[in-house]
């Protein structure tokens, strides 16, 4: 086992496996903002072990969850407006979730794209690492346009 191996099982266990807990009990804007949590923690994981490992085809997967991810999360929003709205505005733990993608995306892409050869894989890294940021944003924003869609007259998805 290397650092990049002992980095990804570290991020499993202490990140992704309480936003798969998240996602599976509790009301439904918490298992919303974890399935988005959850979908970029498993990213990051395997851009790790495809550094561990020395498999450049696990970015292939990370890729995959880079895009589908906050399009699941953006389809579970549409699907589930009524009842996000229907409860009391979004507290300040949810509220911080999106933050924390944010430098969790930077903490492993930045040292990832230090240690990976200028090229195609780099490129590649590089636009995982956008696309799970660019996600966050939007599914973040989105949650609180549908939690708010229920306190006023402010947004509408």
Do not use: E
Request: hydrophobic residues 55%.
């Amino acid at each position: 086992m290397n650092g990049w191996t002992a980095a990804g099982t570290a991020l499993l266990v202490c990140g992704a496996v309480p936003a798969g807990w998240g996602v599976a009990t509790g009301p439904v804007r918490r298992r919303v903002v974890a399935q988005n949590a959850m979908t970029t923690l498993l990213s990051l994981v395997f851009l790790l072990l495809s550094q561990g490992f020395g498999r450049p085809a696990y970015q292939d997967t990370a890729l995959v969850l880079s895009v589908l991810g906050p399009a699941g999360t953006l389809l579970y929003i549409r699907l589930l407006v009524d009842r996000l709205a229907a409860g009391p505005p979004l507290s300040r733990a949810l509220a911080a979730v999106t933050p924390l993608n944010y430098v969790a995306v930077l903490v492993v892409v930045v040292p990832l794209a230090a240690v990976t050869d200028p090229g195609r894989a780099l490129l590649k890294l590089l636009v995982i690492g956008v696309l799970l940021a660019l996600g966050s944003a939007v599914a973040g924003r989105a949650v609180t346009v549908a939690v708010d869609a229920g306190h006023g007259p402010r947004g509408h998805i």
